[in-house]
């Protein structure tokens, strides 16, 4: 793509890389037929193609408009035109760059406002439970809400789950040690909204890794990991976080080898792995940010990596697995948890379109509730021409954006895994354990012929 940028406006360090990764697009077109938005709206400024131009506009004329700005808004962030593009774009950081560009010239007051709360609310696990309790209390009102539009208010109480999630968070020893000498040692990132809505997860989590005889350490001061205010465009609060961690890992790293840093959301783990570049300016921590990132794994690569132990029961349980974009399309991490789950005796099923985002997306689904809803319901349309017994994913995201309104269970690739190796039923499953009988039921079969 050729770019008008004057001499002077190279000087700055944002357009200078913005330049570059803006002259790698041919104009071709391949993304358009991935990207979700632009499947539902045929409109080609919501499009790839037709965002980089604008984030070109934008870049050339110094102005950010508010066509530019609903534009830009209405991407995803799901990064399945980097997994089409030929040439490379680079579209993720573009798209961040512009991001951070609006938020700093483009936010009406309200805008602001509502993104402040966000940003302040979401990855604070206290203020997030507080949250919860008066959004369960004001869910009768919703419709009051919505019809005095007030539109993320009224998407939030949607997304309040109908019972609220334990008062307070799990207690986690700072380290579990498997039976012997340990095979490996990480660091895993418990994350936030995940832990208050389902800490289920990271126990799963836990038991699994110390049957593989992997030890855990929950490092103190580890804590969100800044993927909420970064899809929020909140650059120096998204650093910040990312200090925090690679701060707490440092530590881990003094008091012994660490081979891996382990995301169970998946949203956090691109985010953790994109640390080297985020802070690729910051002298104090390129480096250490740089090889956080090298270590870090989602849980189901780590996993596949060392081999899943024999599954310890047999299922005909049919398993829609969902592969969210953050693991997909943001770390490449496609094959693993298909593995995995085929490994653990589950039929993995197929599903149409699903390289196409549900809609979850970060904050996507509170601050453009009407597209994030219309991408829901074509995914669950999709998963149901299937007929699975229940969905699988990796990211909490995707799980509280498909329960609500799925009309199977919506559960994470890893309490499945931990079940069939051992640990206990997930409790939205309990009603399909009459599925999965005990391998021992199977050999008794067998000889029984
Ligand atoms: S990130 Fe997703 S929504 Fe945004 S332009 Fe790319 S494919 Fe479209
Ligand atoms: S596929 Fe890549 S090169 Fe082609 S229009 Fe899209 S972003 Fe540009």
Redesign the pocket.
């Known amino acids: 793509m050729h770019t008008n940028f004057s001499h002077e406006q190279l000087q700055d360090p944002t357009i200078a890389r913005a330049d570059a990764m803006l002259k790698r697009c041919v104009h071709c077109g391949f993304?358009t037929a991935?990207?979700?938005?632009?499947v539902l709206l045929g409109d080609e400024r919501d499009?790839?193609r037709g965002?980089i131009y604008l984030i070109k506009e934008m870049f050339e004329q110094g102005a950010v408009t508010p066509p530019i700005t609903h534009h830009i808004d209405r991407?995803?962030?799901?990064?399945?035109?980097m997994t089409t593009c030929p040439s490379g774009v680079d579209?993720m950081h573009l798209?961040d760059l512009a991001r951070v560009r609006i938020e700093q010239k483009g936010r009406s007051p309200g805008q602001r406002a509502t993104r402040w709360l966000l940003a302040k609310v979401l990855p604070s696990p206290g203020r997030f439970r507080i949250a919860l309790l008066f959004g369960w209390l004001a869910r009768p009102f919703r419709g009051l809400i919505s019809a005095l539009g007030m539109k993320t208010g009224a998407a939030a109480l949607a997304l309040v789950p109908s019972r609220l999630p334990p008062r307070r968070a799990p207690k986690h020893e700072p380290v579990v040690r498997p039976a012997g000498e340990p095979v490996k040692r990480v660091a895993l990132l418990l994350g936030c909204v995940q832990e208050v809505l389902q800490p289920s997860i990271n126990q799963a989590a836990i038991r699994l890794l110390k049957r593989h005889g992997v030890e855990v350490m929950m490092p103190s001061g580890e804590a969100c990991c800044g993927a909420l205010q970064h899809h929020l465009g909140r650059e120096n609060e998204t650093q910040k976080a990312a200090r925090r961690n690679v701060d707490a890992w440092s530590s881990a790293f003094r008091e012994g080898r660490l081979d891996a840093i382990l995301t169970t959301a998946s949203g956090c783990g691109t985010m953790v792995k994109d640390y080297g570049h985020l802070l690729a300016r910051d002298r104090g921590y390129a480096e250490r940010a740089t090889e956080m990132s090298r270590l870090t794994r989602d849980i189901t690569e780590f996993i596949y990596e060392l081999g899943l132990l024999p599954p310890l029961a047999w299922t005909s349980l049919r398993v829609a697995y969902h592969p969210a974009c953050s693991l997909e399309h943001g770390q490449q991490v496609g094959n693993e948890p298909r593995a995995l789950l085929i490994q653990a005796g589950y039929t993995v099923l197929d599903v149409p379109e699903s390289h196409i985002?549900c809609g979850s997306a970060g904050t996507y689904n509170l601050l453009q509730p009407e597209l994030a809803g219309q991408l829901r319901e074509r995914k669950l349309k999709n998963v149901a021409s299937v007929r699975p017994d229940l969905i699988a994913t990796g990211n909490i995201g995707c799980i509280t954006q498909l329960e609500r309104g799925s009309a199977v269970p919506v559960v994470h690739t890893i309490e499945l895994l931990d079940w069939a190796t051992g640990g206990p039923c997930p409790k939205p499953l309990e009603k399909l354990k009459d599925k999965v009988h005990p391998i021992e039921s199977l050999m008794q079969l067998a000889g029984a012929r």
């Open positions: 993304c991935t990207c979700p938005t632009y499009s790839p965002r991407c995803l962030s799901c990064l399945s035109c579209y798209v985002c």
